[in-house]
Nanobody
Framework: QLVEFGGGLVQPGGSLRLSCAAS????????IGWFRQAPGKEREGVSC????????YYADSVKGRSTISRDNAKNTVYLQMNSLKPEDSAVYYC??????????????????WGQGTQVTVSS
């Protein structure tokens, strides 16, 4: 099971840290991704860890403003988001994948999903 925490209402330019806690399995054995879905839009990849070498990837829309990290002792993955914009508003999901192909930002590759947490950026 994956559970996300940390969403909420934030003003433009503000910051949030989202958390994704796993139970029943060890996140370190999986590729982990953060995704988001705004109303009327497809789910898109935001950031991810590849399991093979731990390398990280970011969507162009959040690059330079976001940092993905993990705490293996807490079995938790984080997404720090800074300089938030109204277009960052969406439901954010974390997901885990056993096998990843060419890109870890593709939602179709993930096996396990959290329930999502709402992020709203508005003044």
């Amino acid at each position: 099971q994956l559970v996300e925490f940390g969403g909420g209402l934030v003003q433009p330019g503000g910051s949030l840290r989202l958390s994704c806690a796993a139970s029943g399995f060890t996140l370190d054995y999986y590729a982990i991704g953060w995704f988001r879905q705004a109303p009327g839009k497809e789910r898109e990849g935001v950031s991810c860890f590849r399991r093979s070498d731990g390398s990280t990837y970011y969507a162009d829309s959040v690059k330079g403003r976001s940092t993905i990290s993990r705490d293996n002792a807490k079995n938790t993955v984080y997404l720090q988001m800074n300089s938030l914009k109204p277009e960052d508003s969406a439901v954010y999901y974390c997901a885990a994948a056993v096998f990843i192909g060419s890109s870890c930002l593709l939602p179709s590759q993930y096996d396990y999903w959290g329930q999502g947490t709402q992020v709203t950026v508005s003044s």
